[in-house]
């Protein structure tokens, strides 16, 4: 079993900056990509970013220029960097992580989500 624990998000103003964190632990023997998605009341999960353990990264275009997806492989740890955060980023912010484990099954694997509120 792994779990995912994000932390880092809260109510920011326009303009502002949020790190968000995700660790993930249990029986892992390798972590392969591993990401951030976010939700919006009434719309559907959007990947925001996604990092491989190559880190390789791929962002989605709203969000170019404004977020930093990295890694730190050792810890099973991956962070997204949000500058110049604007009211469109509110949302609820899942991390997502394809793990292998040690019997050398593949899962993916998602975190609760930590509300991010971007607002006057």
């Known amino acids: 079993q792994v779990q995912l624990v994000e932390s880092g998000g809260g109510l920011v103003q326009p303009g502002g900056s949020l790190r968000l964190s995700c660790v993930a632990s249990g029986s892992i023997f390798s972590s392969n990509t591993m990401g951030w998605y976010r939700q919006a009341p009434g719309s559907q999960r959007e990947l925001v970013a996604r990092i491989t353990s190559g880190g390789t990264t791929t962002y989605d275009d709203s969000v170019k220029g404004r977020f930093t997806i990295s890694r730190y492989n050792a810890k099973n740890t991956v962070y997204l960097q949000m500058n110049s955060l604007n009211p469109e980023d509110t949302a609820v912010y899942y991390c997502?992580?394809?793990?292998?484990?040690?019997?050398?099954?593949?899962?993916?694997?998602w975190g609760q989500g930590t509300q991010v509120t971007v607002s006057l």
């Open positions: 997502s992580a394809t793990i292998t484990h040690i019997s050398c099954s593949t899962t993916n694997y």
